[in-house]
């Protein structure tokens, strides 16, 4: 059992950063992968990157590259989300979530936090 609480989020500028946290606790952490998907209202939930067990391999939404850094620190059971050049259309509830697989379906992932709002203002 992996128990995930997300921080980081806030309001920001177009043009501005912010680094999202996911902070694991319970047993396994460092063996499954793990992804961070965001949900805007009235919209479905979206993959955003996922990160392998190592942090050896990660998957980013095509859109998002280039502006977004998934990264892991397993001595600190932790993931990020490194997010520059935000734009508007990037607010949402931003979530982590790990799996012992992984992939960029959200219906894959077994384990999820509770969310951190990320607002853009124009």
């Known amino acids: 059992q992996v128990q995930l609480v997300e921080s980081g989020g806030g309001l920001v500028q177009a043009g501005g950063s912010l680094r999202l946290t996911c902070a694991a606790s319970g047993r396994g952490f460092s063996n499954y992968a793990a992804a961070w998907f965001r949900q805007a209202p009235g919209k479905e939930r979206e993959f955003v990157a996922t990160?392998?067990?190592?942090?050896?391999?990660?998957f980013y939404a095509d859109s998002l590259k280039g502006r977004f850094t998934i990264s892991r620190d397993n001595a600190k059971n932790t993931v990020y989300l490194q997010m520059n050049s935000l734009k508007p259309e990037d607010t949402a509830v931003y979530y982590c979530?790990?799996?012992?697989?992984?992939?960029?379906?959200?219906?894959?992932?077994?384990?999820w936090g509770q969310g951190t709002q990320v607002t853009v203002s124009s």
């Open positions: 979530a790990v799996d012992d697989m992984g992939g960029s379906s959200f219906d894959e992932y077994d384990y």
């Open positions: 990160i392998s067990w190592s942090g050896g391999s990660t």
